[in-house]
């Protein structure tokens, strides 16, 4: 029992120990950056951005549909007014810019992690999926050294764009750990309706799509006059068996291509079938964290040219150069 | 410590994920049609197996398993829950469990006073279909998930004050917009949904709830087709000039 509990010891010692180039997390970072504009753009820019934000952010007296006495957090700062929650958005979106170009570290993952998090808990009503999805990816990318490469911060330290110096690789399998728990426990807890088993054929989203609440078109399952029925049964068939067994994905790292391919396939369908907001981009947005020999091995070759021929010979002259020694750094034990 | 720090929050992430009721489900959501439909279905298939329930037997033993399910889970994940919350990192994967087989469809209509004395309804909008009057408010306003939440709240029973108070929000918004409206009228419409093997079922659409909201603030509501028998007196108004929501299209 000793022994045992000293080799599993010993096995997550070298997970958290272990290191890896750094084009993983950044890829996972430019893609939450990327939703966030997505999520944030609308509404800072446009009036029905603004007008959501009113509604589901404000007091009543700002134009919110209800009362709201605002979390200790925002009335420190003048509690749910138009002015207050508008200003956070807007830091938000200037730390969103600054994490995808990777400017000035981690600080404005801190600052969009709590502008955020303030604006976002005003409601618990209008919060979903996406918004917890949101503050995991934010909360575990502070932990990573995410503008280590492919960022300003490494155009200003190296004059290059990569920098394949290796950081620790834990908090990148965090994130995997983090999306295959989210899939895994949206699966099983599906299981609780028939709807998305053979007891009820698989006709779940057949009647979902009929939602307006949830469907794009409410209309379009009437308007195909039965068309739908086999394509929807496949696709609620292809969800739950995916989400379920996304576990594996961690187990068995060759099936990730499978899952990431049916994943982004899924996702595309949620876009264009439901209105979930950024959901889908979100999600999409970590499973790089889920390939860290591909974004490694992209990295090099996209860093390759990058490197003028004379830097190329003055480094491997003088100093071991940042490429040689990522190819040679020690390899990480096997990814979760 | 750092090894030891990431496996604590491996378990907290996991564990809190795990799927599990949160809170017991109140009657009004029982009795909905398709929480109605599960419960039968299952006791159909317990019996098939033996175990002989009436559908009130069921619904009782489920909200007592609920319960102590909620109580243990609560008990031992306590930490972890308030640790997840404090770094915004909330572990609630609830997405799609299970189709709403009646979907009460918001529907926001208002009146104008005709020359003969008599009034002019007009629909707005019906949740989910084409906005008829794109003036009054921005067809992006309805199509987001945010505000289509609000809207889908408003038909479940635990939140039956939220129809009421989004029908005051959305009266203040059209007023803004058309001097002329008398009443803002607010309808919850069922319809149940088309089940894929049993399409030759009849759907008709019944009203579950409407409410007026008046020109003085006054509120006159109706349930199930029947009119509530109180009125509610008018709600003070606090326009903001700074802040005023102008949904008009530029």
Same mark, same amino acid.
């Given at each position: 029992?000793?022994?045992r509990f000293?080799?599993?010891?010993?096995?997550?010692?070298?997970?958290t120990? !272990?290191t890896e180039n750094?084009?993983?997390?950044?890829?996972?970072?430019?893609?939450?950056?990327?939703?966030?504009l %997505?999520?944030?753009?609308?509404?800072?820019?446009?009036?029905a951005?603004?007008?959501?934000?009113?509604?589901s952010f404000c007091? +009543?007296?700002?134009?919110?549909?209800?009362?709201?006495?605002g979390?200790? !957090?925002i009335?420190?700062?003048?509690?749910?007014?138009?002015?207050v929650?508008?200003n956070?958005?807007?830091t938000?979106l200037?730390?969103?810019?600054? $994490?995808?170009?990777?400017?000035?570290?981690r600080?404005?993952i801190?600052? @969009?992690?709590?502008?955020?998090?303030?604006?976002?808990?005003?409601n618990?009503?209008?919060?979903?999926?996406g918004?917890?999805?949101?503050g995991n990816?934010?909360?575990?990318?502070?932990?990573?050294?995410?503008?280590a490469? $492919?960022?300003l #911060?490494?155009?200003?330290?190296?004059?290059?764009?990569f920098?394949?110096?290796?950081?620790?690789?834990?908090?990148?399998k965090l994130?995997?750990?983090?999306?295959? %728990?989210?899939y895994t426990?949206?699966?099983i807890q599906k299981? @609780?309706?028939?709807a998305?088993?053979?007891?009820?054929g698989?006709?779940?989203?057949?009647?979902?799509?009929?939602?307006?609440?949830?469907a794009?078109?409410?209309?379009?399952?009437?308007?195909? +006059?039965?068309?739908?029925?086999?394509?929807?049964a496949i696709?609620?068939?292809?969800t739950i068996?995916?989400?379920?067994?996304?576990?594996?994905?961690?187990?068995?790292?060759?099936t990730?291509? &499978?899952?990431?391919?049916?994943?982004?396939?899924?996702h595309?369908g949620?876009?264009?079938?439901m209105?979930?907001?950024?959901?889908?981009?979100?999600?999409?947005?970590?499973?790089?964290? $889920?390939?860290?020999?591909?974004?490694?091995?992209?990295?090099?070759?996209?860093?390759?040219?990058?490197?003028?021929?004379?830097a190329?010979?003055?480094?491997?002259?003088?100093?071991?150069?940042?490429?040689?020694?990522?190819?040679?750094a020690?390899?990480p034990?096997?990814?979760? | $410590?750092?090894?030891?720090?990431?496996?604590l929050?491996?378990t907290?992430v996991?564990?809190v994920?795990?799927p599990?009721? @949160?809170?017991?489900?109140? +009657?009004?959501?029982?009795?909905?049609?398709?929480?109605q439909?599960?419960?039968?279905?299952?006791?159909?298939?317990?019996?098939k197996?033996? &175990?002989?329930?009436?559908p009130d037997?069921l619904?009782?033993?489920?909200?007592?398993?609920q319960?102590?399910?909620?109580?243990?889970r609560?008990?031992?994940?306590?930490?972890?829950?308030?640790?997840?919350? %404090?770094?915004?990192?909330?572990? !609630?994967?609830?997405?799609?469990?299970?189709?709403?087989k009646?979907?009460?469809?918001?529907?926001?209509s208002?009146?104008? !006073?005709?020359?003969?004395?008599g009034t002019?309804?007009?629909?707005?909008?019906?949740?989910?279909?084409?906005? /008829?009057?794109?003036?009054l408010?921005?067809? +992006?306003?309805?199509?987001?998930?945010?505000?289509?939440?609000?809207?889908?709240?408003t038909?479940?029973?635990?939140?039956?004050?939220?129809?009421?108070?989004?029908?005051?929000?959305?009266? @203040?918004?059209?007023?803004?917009?058309r /001097? #002329?409206?008398?009443?803002?009228?607010?309808q919850l419409?069922?319809?149940?949904?088309e089940?894929?093997?049993?399409r030759?079922?009849?759907?008709?659409?019944?009203i579950?709830?409407?409410?007026?909201?008046?020109?003085?603030?006054?509120i006159?509501?109706?349930?199930?087709?029947?009119?509530?028998?109180?009125?509610?007196?008018a709600k003070?108004?606090?326009?903001?000039?700074s802040s005023?929501?102008?949904?008009v299209?530029?």
């Amino acid at each position: 029992m000793k022994a045992r509990f000293a080799r599993l010891w010993r096995t997550i010692r070298a997970h958290t120990d !272990a290191t890896e180039n750094g084009a993983c997390v950044a890829a996972v970072r430019i893609g939450i950056a990327l939703s966030l504009l %997505v999520l944030l753009v609308p509404f800072v820019f446009t009036e029905a951005g603004r007008e959501i934000v009113r509604f589901s952010f404000c007091d +009543d007296e700002s134009g919110g549909y209800r009362s709201m006495v605002g979390t200790p !957090a925002i009335r420190l700062l003048g509690g749910p007014t138009e002015a207050v929650v508008m200003n956070l958005l807007r830091t938000a979106l200037v730390g969103s810019v600054l $994490m995808l170009v990777g400017l000035f570290g981690r600080a404005p993952i801190l600052v @969009v992690a709590v502008a955020t998090k303030i604006v976002f808990s005003q409601n618990s009503d209008v919060s979903g999926g996406g918004d917890s999805l949101l503050g995991n990816a934010l909360f575990l990318l502070l932990l990573a050294d995410c503008t280590a490469t $492919m960022s300003l #911060d490494c155009w200003l330290r190296t004059r290059r764009l990569f920098d394949h110096t290796p950081i620790p690789a834990w908090p990148r399998k965090l994130l995997l750990v983090q999306i295959v %728990v989210v899939y895994t426990a949206t699966g099983i807890q599906k299981l @609780v309706s028939t709807a998305w088993t053979p007891f009820d054929g698989f006709s779940a989203l057949y009647q979902i799509l009929q939602s307006p609440q949830w469907a794009r078109s409410p209309g379009l399952i009437e308007a195909t +006059d039965g068309w739908l029925v086999v394509p929807a049964a496949i696709m609620s068939v292809v969800t739950i068996v995916w989400e379920c067994f996304f576990f594996v994905a961690l187990v068995k790292p060759r099936t990730r291509v &499978i899952f990431a391919v049916v994943g982004v396939a899924i996702h595309i369908g949620i876009f264009a079938l439901m209105e979930v907001g950024v959901f889908s981009l979100l999600s999409v947005a970590y499973y790089p964290a $889920m390939f860290a020999a591909i974004c490694t091995r992209l990295a090099e070759r996209a860093s390759a040219p990058m490197s003028s021929p004379t830097a190329v010979l003055q480094e491997e002259s003088s100093a071991p150069s940042a490429v040689i020694s990522s190819s040679t750094a020690p390899s990480p034990p096997a990814s979760p | $410590m750092r090894a030891l720090l990431v496996v604590l929050h491996l378990t907290a992430v996991i564990s809190v994920a795990c799927p599990a009721p @949160v809170r017991t489900m109140p +009657d009004s959501s029982w009795k909905r049609p398709a929480v109605q439909e599960e419960v039968l279905g299952w006791t159909t298939r317990l019996a098939k197996i033996g &175990i002989r329930l009436t559908p009130d037997e069921l619904q009782s033993l489920s909200t007592d398993i609920q319960r102590q399910w909620i109580d243990a889970r609560r008990a031992i994940l306590g930490p972890a829950l308030t640790y997840l919350r %404090v770094i915004g990192a909330t572990q !609630a994967w609830y997405m799609f469990t299970g189709p709403d087989k009646e979907p009460q469809r918001f529907v926001l209509s208002f009146t104008t !006073a005709r020359d003969d004395g008599g009034t002019e309804a007009e629909r707005v909008f019906e949740l989910g279909y084409e906005l /008829e009057h794109p003036e009054l408010l921005h067809a +992006d306003f309805l199509d987001d998930h945010r505000v289509r939440r609000v809207m889908f709240q408003t038909s479940w029973g635990k939140s039956e004050s939220t129809f009421r108070i989004v029908c005051q929000a959305l009266d @203040v918004r059209l007023r803004k917009q058309r /001097e #002329d409206v008398v009443d803002t009228v607010c309808q919850l419409v069922g319809r149940p949904v088309e089940h894929p093997y049993r399409r030759e079922r009849k759907r008709t659409d019944s009203i579950a709830r409407e409410i007026a909201v008046h020109k003085d603030g006054s509120i006159d509501e109706a349930k199930d087709g029947r009119p509530s028998k109180r009125r509610l007196p008018a709600k003070k108004r606090t326009p903001s000039s700074s802040s005023s929501p102008s949904a008009v299209t530029p």
